[in-house]
């Protein structure tokens, strides 16, 4: 029996999801996740409506590769630059200042987790690491809003029938990525790290404390 693994085809079928009103459940390096057009008023809708998830609550940002993520986020200071280039791509979730406010609709970190430099809100921002079944997707070039394929507090799904069917079958597109390790990202502040080289662990996940020390460093 083969097993599962995502194709060129499908990330070809998921770029055209992410292009226009759909959404999709992903495999990534850690859990299950959906993600969608993160322009789309009306994808995030609906994702948020998929999860019973609040709607003050932000979600990430996911970019399949790290290139296209450091085009778009031209603001970001040297250091912080730097940062993203050593972390990434990687089981982090680095939520950095953004004052261009380049995506919008997946803003609300600032209201619970804190701002960055000049009082900027934080953007949340994923490039995993594409690999093994799921490694076709780090061809994909257009940026997901990204929150994980779980109703709102329950268990992070490691396998693609952790994934409420509820969740599956209101999607437009589902990819099977087979086992995933099935911890969250490690989600990492970084809001004031330009300035002073601080940072923070938000929530604990993959990437430990020593490990992001001495990568820092």
């Known amino acids: 029996m083969s097993l599962p693994s995502v194709t060129s085809a499908d990330a070809s079928l998921l770029e055209e999801c992410l292009a226009g009103d759909g959404v999709a459940v992903i495999p990534t390096d850690t859990v299950y996740g959906l993600a969608c057009n993160p322009a789309s008023e009306i994808a995030v809708r609906r994702i948020y409506q998929l999860k019973r998830r609040p709607p003050r609550k932000p979600a990430a940002v996911m970019f399949f590769a790290l290139d296209p993520a450091l085009r778009a986020l031209i603001d970001l200071g040297p250091r912080t630059h730097a940062a993203l280039i050593a972390l990434l791509p990687g089981p982090l979730t680095l939520l950095l200042p953004d004052s261009s406010r380049r995506y919008p609709l997946a803003e609300g970190a600032s ?41 709102s507090g ?37 809001g004031d790290y330009e300035r002073t080289g601080g940072w923070r662990i938000v929530r604990a996940g993959l990437v430990g404390e020593r490990e992001l020390a001495q990568t820092l460093r």
């Open 111 to 151: 209201a619970d987790i804190g701002v960055g430099d000049g009082d900027a809100p934080l953007l949340g921002l994923r490039v995993p690491a594409f690999s093994g079944p799921s490694a076709a997707l780090s061809t994909v070039r257009l940026p997901a809003l990204q929150s994980s394929a779980n109703f």
């Open 154 to 190: 329950d268990p992070d799904p490691h396998r693609l029938s952790d994934v409420p069917i509820e969740l599956r079958s209101g999607a437009n597109l589902v990819l099977d990525g087979g086992d995933l390790p099935g911890v969250a990202s490690t989600v990492l502040d970084l």
